[in-house]
């Protein structure tokens, strides 16, 4: 079983940035597509982003285009999601899983990890 972990969130002001990461075990990381999920309070949970294996097909949701990227380092099983221009609808829990590829749904049995807290302040 894959287990992936969610680090960098925190507290910013509106407009700042941050870096999340995901940190993954097992020897077979370069082989996942991967993606980025939030859940905003009261809300359903919401695809951000999604990388293939390379790293080179991109995809991102139109509310975080031009202004989170998405990237990975298969050398040290990491994924990151950079992410500028912050505003207050950002804030939510950030979610790493896996996916099917070319796709962005969760695969089969894929579990949630507890996630990071981003938190934009106005």
């Known amino acids: 079983q894959v287990q992936l972990i969610e680090s960098g969130g925190g507290l910013v002001q509106a407009g700042g940035s941050l870096r999340l990461s995901c940190a993954a075990s097992g020897r077979t990381f370069s082989t996942y597509t991967l993606g980025w999920f939030r859940r905003a309070p009261g809300k359903e949970r919401e695809f951000v982003a999604r990388i293939g294996r390379s790293g080179i097909i991109i995809y991102y949701a139109d509310s975080v285009k031009g202004r989170f990227t998405i990237s990975r380092d298969n050398a040290k099983n990491a994924m990151y999601l950079q992410m500028n221009s912050l505003k207050p609808e950002d804030t939510a829990v950030y979610y790493c899983?896996?996916?099917?590829?070319?796709?962005?749904?969760?695969?089969?049995?894929?579990?949630w990890g507890q996630g990071t807290q981003v938190t934009v302040s106005s």
């Open positions: 899983n896996r996916l099917l590829p070319g796709t962005s749904t969760v695969v089969p049995g894929g579990s």
